[in-house]
Every structure is written in structure tokens, then in C-alpha cells.
């Protein structure tokens, strides 16, 4: 196979793999119900005016399934990092008690639960459009080379066999994010 044809196909599979981690990322946001130091990995903290990601102003634990404890390295940071998880919107209420800031994870209610698997099913149908743009690319860089049309043919069902198989684990994921979420 011509190396132009094979950089092509690389690069397509780096760009599918990119799809599936960021998929990845977006479902750790999605809580099923159980605390996870994850579920405030979105959040943001004006650290002496500039804005710096939770985890790097304060510890982020769960001490149990329905909790989550942040203990700030800086005690004047707690109101800073109360206001963060509350600008997030996720969702929670934090309580402050002089020390640590203390989120209670209510369970989830059967709507919430479905709300959150039609997030999932969007965050996943946004990674099958990211596989789809990388086939795209991937088989326009294909016509513009100069390569034989059966190379581009060959080239483009490689592409494609790609494309269905980034595409089934999409599914396969979603299929185990929607279980998770539904399971009480």
C-alpha cells in the first residue's frame, strides 16, 4: 500500500481514537448515581483571579457511595470553591462547614434518570459525528492523492471497515453508560 494511503488511514484511526476518548471523558461527567471525585471534575475555581480546575486547589474524596468530601489546601478558598461547584450546575448543594465542603449525592430520581441517558445518547451520537468527519477527511485526502483508483478504492473500504467498527464501539459504550444509569 502507498505510504500517502497509510498516513491517511493512521491518521483517521487517531482522529477516531480521539472521538472515543473524549466519549470516555463526557461519560465520567454523567453520574449514575454514586459519588465520584469525577462528578466535579468540570469545575472551575477563581484561584487569586485566575480560574484553575477544582483538583488543583483542593482534594476531592468519597468517603462513601452517597458523598463527596473537598478539603482545600487553602482554608480561604472554600468560598471561592463553594461559589465554583455551584456556578458548574450540577446539580448539587454544597455545604460548608468551616473545614471541608460536604456534598450530599441525592439518588436519582426516575426522570433524572432518564434526562441523563439522553445526555449519554447525545454525548455518543457527538463522538459517531467526530468518527464520520474523520471518514470525511480521510476519503477526500484519498481522492486528492495520486494513487491508482483501485488504491483509492481499496483505501476508502479500509476507511469505511474503520468507520463501522469506531462506530459499533460508540454503540457498545452507550449500550453500558445506559444500563449504569438506569440500574437503581
Known sequence: MNEDIQFIIDSTKEAMDAALKHLAKQFTNIRAGKASPAMLGSVMVDYYGSQTPLSQVANVNTPDGRTITVQPWEKNMLQEIERGIMIANLGFNPMNNGDTIIINVPPLTEER????????????EDAKIGVRSARKDANHDIKDSDVSEDLQKNAEADIQKLTDSYVKKIDEILELKEKEIMTV
Open 113 to 124: 434518570r432518564r434526562d441523563l441517558a439522553k445526555q449519554a445518547k447525545a454525548e455518543a
